[in-house]
């Protein structure tokens, strides 16, 4: 083989590579594109996590579909915006969809990518082919507060300031004991740990600020796709509450897994796996 032939075939490994595995830099999120299947799935992860929290999910879907695996601006490594909003991200999510023709995806959130989930669907229900909502409601602040309602001139510099002004130590110790609480496996919870402490602490104080003030709980009566929505198991407890925030969503199937904390893909694997897979198929 000639020189110019080995360059050629170099070129066309590179780019075979390149669409198996991309990450766009025309977004401020990080994407990782897997697999080459006519259906489409995009997953949305949670606060302060990486994409990677969708791993094993990705890897029993396979080659059947075409995956877009999210990282979030600002977490788990990923480079920060100068301001970054939860409906900011809405939106940038709703324009990747279009600008890269990803045709009638089904998306897959978990906590803040739930409701990021209900929000892309409600705003543009007919690019959406269905949403699967992995532990969250649509107003969490309201299961604690029934009368709360969103404030559209909230200022998050404050909690800014007091996030950039703790200590490493104080950060990783309130973090330590948060993840304690999410997941229960402590390889697992070392994993979701360490995403926490790459993340920027601006957009983490920012994000946590923001979407503590999200309520869509009216939004989601515009929601035309089917929705599967998977609780861990202490929200049984509280099932008229549940219930009560996705009254508007009619299209909703409520799942609650027997044993499991919030990261309910660690957690709850086999049951998690079940329902994703009914459901998708």
């Known amino acids: 083989m000639n020189l110019k032939n080995i360059i050629l075939t170099i070129v066309a490994i590179v780019a075979m590579v390149s669409s ?23 997953f949305i992860p949670g606060f302060a996590s990486s994409g990677e929290v969708w791993n094993e999910s990705q890897k029993e879907l396979g ?61 543009a229900p007919d690019i959406i082919s269905k949403i699967i909502v992995v ?6 602040v309201a299961l604690n507060n029934p009368a709360f309602k969103s404030n559209p001139n909230i200022d998050c510099s404050q909690m800014v300031e007091q996030f950039k002004n703790i ?13 304690g609480s999410m997941v229960s496996d402590s390889a697992k919870q070392n994993l979701v740990l360490d995403w926490t402490l790459k993340s920027d602490r601006s957009t983490f104080a920012k994000i946590y600020c923001d979407f503590s003030n999200i309520d869509v709980r009216e939004d989601i009566k515009k929601i035309t796709c089917p929705a599967l929505i998977l609780l861990n198991s202490g929200f049984s407890h509280i099932k008229p509450m549940i219930e009560q925030q996705y009254s508007s969503l009619k299209t909703a199937d409520i799942q609650y897994a027997d044993q499991s904390l919030h990261f309910i893909m660690f957690d709850s694997k086999d049951w998690y796996m079940q329902q994703l897979l009914n459901f998708i198929k």
């Open 167 to 179: 200590t490493d130590a104080q950060f990783l110790a309130m973090q330590k004991q948060g993840v």
């Open 135 to 140: 532990d969250a409601v649509p107003c969490l």
């Open 63 to 123: 080659n059947d579909y075409t995956s877009y695996i999210l990282t979030m601006p600002g977490f788990a490594g990923v480079p920060a915006q100068a301001n970054p909003t939860f409906k900011g991200w809405r939106d940038l999510i709703i324009e990747f969809i279009k600008k890269e023709n990803i045709s009638n995806p089904i998306i897959i959130g978990h906590s803040l990518g739930g409701v990021m989930a209900m929000d892309i669907a409600a705003t």
């Open 20 to 42: 198996s595995k991309s990450q766009t830099s025309e977004f401020p999120f990080k994407v990782d594109k897997d697999g080459q299947g006519k259906k489409n799935i995009i």
